[in-house]
């Protein structure tokens, strides 16, 4: 299944939305170095999370990285200056290529203006930040002497597609499906998208299965105690402006 738009209009300019984009894409073009792989992996060494630096809290040595490796005591680190607890947050803004870069944000555009709507700004940036940060303390607690980078905005990503599940089930996402374009509720994509999470689990793959699943969840569980009042606060977002002489319009 391919999203292609959500049949779900918002009322407000999803500034925030567009600038996590934004955000995403500069950080790609401007700053990884992704025409070179021996670079890339260099530069996601040193600025990336890694489960074993964050259950360690020190950065790797060489013979950790080589022998793929975690120990205690990193004796003579690659990269000594490096905040292992800032890269958790660094790694939100990192991609593996295009294609990670542009499905990531694809999603991010259709499932967030309308989360953004609904939190506000503010809330949604908060939202987004903190299960962006669950997603990846979620696989590092599944994957402990893992010290393989950990890049991508999908933890976050996950966690906003969580809210809009809680927030519009009923609403309909436009998708392809088998080279088919059809309508389905979010509910159901957005449950066989989480399911399919699982079929990658212990295979060989280069997808953070559990950072999607934690993510998600972490969305869920913040929204749902919030669900009247973001309901209430779209439906005033959505509500018909006056207009005529008397309203100065």
């Not at 009322?11 to 021996?38: C, G, K, M, S």
């Not at 490096?82 to 499905?103: C, D, Q, T």
């Not at 689990?201 to 919030?226: D, M, Q, R, S, Y």
Request: overall charge negative; glycine content about 8%.
């Amino acid at each position: 299944m391919f999203p292609i738009r959500d049949i779900n209009p918002t009322r407000i300019f999803p500034l925030l939305t567009l600038a996590l984009i934004a955000a995403n894409v500069a950080v790609f073009f401007a700053l990884q170095p992704f025409t070179d792989e021996a670079e890339s992996e260099e530069f996601f060494y040193e600025y990336a999370a890694i489960a074993c630096e964050l259950q360690t809290g020190d950065p790797l040595d060489l013979s950790e990285i080589q022998e793929a490796r975690c120990e205690e005591d990193s004796s003579s680190p690659v990269f000594p200056d490096k905040n292992v607890y800032v890269a958790g947050l660094v790694s939100m803004f990192l991609h593996g290529g295009i294609a990670h870069l542009g499905f990531n944000m694809w999603s991010l555009w259709i499932f967030g203006n309308n989360v953004e709507e609904a939190f506000g700004r503010v809330g949604y940036l908060a939202m987004y930040l903190l299960t962006g940060v669950v997603a990846t303390l979620g696989f590092v607690a599944l994957n402990l002497d893992s010290t393989v980078p950990l890049v991508g905005a999908s933890g976050a990503i996950a966690g906003v597609m969580g809210a809009y599940l809680v927030l519009f089930p009923t609403h309909r996402i436009m998708t392809i499906v088998f080279f088919y374009l059809t309508a389905v509720p979010a509910a159901f994509f957005l449950a066989i998208w989480f399911l399919l999470q699982f079929s990658v689990a212990g295979a060989e793959t280069n997808v953070a299965w559990e950072a999607h699943v934690f993510g998600f969840l972490a969305g869920v569980a913040i929204t749902l105690p919030l669900r009247p009042l973001l309901l209430r606060r779209t439906a005033e977002a959505q509500r018909p402006v006056a207009t005529g002489p008397f309203f100065g319009r």
